[in-house]
């Protein structure tokens, strides 16, 4: 059983091992939480060259790259090379991630579906890849663009509910989004939408 949890990433120093493709699209996940991302690979892609805020060494990697570093993935062809950075990570007490390797990780990696600030997440533990992302892909054609818009309007209202002094708990949230909230917002009539919500927490509130 794993534990899954959202971390924190912005700003912070984080290796990959290898320069492929498989390597590319770790890199550019975590570029897209802010990471400070160090590539050590004996080739790397030109598409990788092209990230900003990426830093490169081409040649092979080493037990002292993981220093300073608050997680690693292990994305190269060798699997022996990948079981080399996990083992060191081991030692250096460094979460390692090898890719499509769930023997060489501390951590494993989620399929997941972003819309917005909204992230549904689906995880095999590493053992099948291809459900995770056969899932991943239908949830994509149930969650639409829509819903990263009605995270921000229930967002909203909950921060104007704290900034008045009033509690957000005991608020009967779910008739708001069990109404046609969603269809509202769907329509593209966001202030119909807010006026629901709005609507259906004053009823709840007394």
Same mark, same amino acid.
């Given at each position: ?111 997941? &579906? ?5 992230? &549904? ?86």
């Amino acid at each position: 059983m794993q534990y899954p949890v959202n971390l924190v990433l912005d700003g912070r120093s984080c290796l990959v091992v290898g320069g492929g493709r498989i390597a590319l699209r770790k890199v550019e996940g975590l570029v897209a939480c802010g990471a400070r991302v160090r590539v050590v690979a004996l080739h790397i892609v030109p598409e990788l060259r092209m990230l900003e805020g990426v830093t490169f060494d081409e040649r092979p990697w080493q037990p002292d790259d993981l220093a300073g570093m608050w997680l690693v993935i292990a994305a190269t062809d060798d699997p022996a090379v990948n079981g080399a950075v996990y083992d060191a990570g081991q030692r250096a007490g460094v979460w390692v991630n090898g890719a499509d390797d769930p023997a060489h990780c501390s951590f494993t990696l989620p399929s997941v &579906v972003r819309r917005g600030d909204l992230q &549904v997440a689906v995880s095999t533990g590493g053992r099948s890849p291809a459900l995770a992302s056969w899932l991943r892909r239908r949830l994509e054609g149930e969650i639409g663009p829509e819903y990263a818009a009605l995270l921000d309007l229930l967002a909203s209202e909950r921060d104007g509910l704290k900034a008045a002094g009033r509690s957000t708990e005991g608020l009967d949230w779910n008739s708001a989004l069990d109404s046609d909230m969603l269809d509202l917002i769907r329509t593209g009539d966001l202030a119909h939408a807010r006026k629901r919500l709005q609507t259906c927490l004053s009823s709840s509130s007394g």
